[in-house]
């Protein structure tokens, strides 16, 4: 997608260098910033520390730091380290252990003198295929938007959570895919964007909205209800960090209570995700292991001062018990449709199965 009319990834792989660069998503949106990722505790440290997040991008991610672990020490030892200190950062985004898997998979058989340079083209071909994945599920998406859209000519309002837009991949994004797609093919659209807290990752979708020229207004996550009630939202529209093989889907924590009024409201609710999504091995949400964050997520809020200048305030004493699971689990019985790359699907172990046969009987 484009920043101010430049084409941008979320990552630029610099394999004659080691190295991998990536917009640093800890500082969006107040400040746009390319990091420098030369070692596998750095790549570790990006994943853990949500420079980078969304789930296809930390699978892209951790693809490239298995590449650069390897330009240092390609040794079975180094191989086997690296994906076990890469595959520790977050649980729950399955996307993370699809890609060390499929790695692993290539190079383990290779001698260790030609296992770099085979990773860093394995990696590459993750990379693209998200990008490629990401942009079918747009082009689904905008069909089913196309039968949503008001027939009057009015605006489709549309509701997402969290980020799922194209810095929560390498490219394009998943549930905000089919936005582009349809506000490019001119059908009027407007996005209610979900702050999402307690890390706020709502403010990068507005970011990204805006720089596209995507219509959205921002709300507080408890307005979903009233909105949804009042008629003012015609979809719902999310992300995943892992699908089980039942059609439930873990996604950022307040989904679930989106998903809930949607269905109160009778108002439809997509999950878009690519195949890299999906976990078969899953038999259904409850076996989803479920990240638990630092409590200072919470306790402290991020922004700009009076200056400009980014800073922290403390809202919760440091001592102050807080929760802070990352995710939930939202049942199937609650999703209208998963659209992945090759189309759509009921939330289902039967809807699963038809679209990806070769996975799911495999
Ligand atoms: O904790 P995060 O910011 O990595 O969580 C991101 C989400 O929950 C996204 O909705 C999900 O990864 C899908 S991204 C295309």
Redesign the pocket.
Known sequence: MKIDGIPTRTLRPRPADGAIEIIDQARLPHELRWARVATLAEAAHAIRA?QV??????GATAAYGLAIALGADPSDVGLQEAVATLGAT?P??V?LHWALARMHQRLAPLPPAERAAAAWLEADAIAEEDVAQ?RAIGQHGLGLFKGLAPRDGKTLNVMT?????WL??VDW???LSPVYAAFDAGLPIHVWVSETRP?N?GLLTAWELMHHGVPHTVVADNAAGILMREGRVDAVI????RIAANGDVA??VG?YLKALAGADNRIPFYV??PRS?LDFACPEGGAIPI?E?DGDEFRLVHGLDGRGTPTALRQLPAGEAVGNP??DVTPARLVTAIITERGACPASRDGLAALYPEAAHG
């Open positions: 949500m997040r969304g789930a296809p991008l930390i977050r729950t985004a996307n990401n959570h969290c980020n799922a837009g929560a991949t994004g998943t549930a890390r990752q999310v992300g995943a960090d996604n950022k989904t878009a995700a999504t990240e964050r990352a995710f």
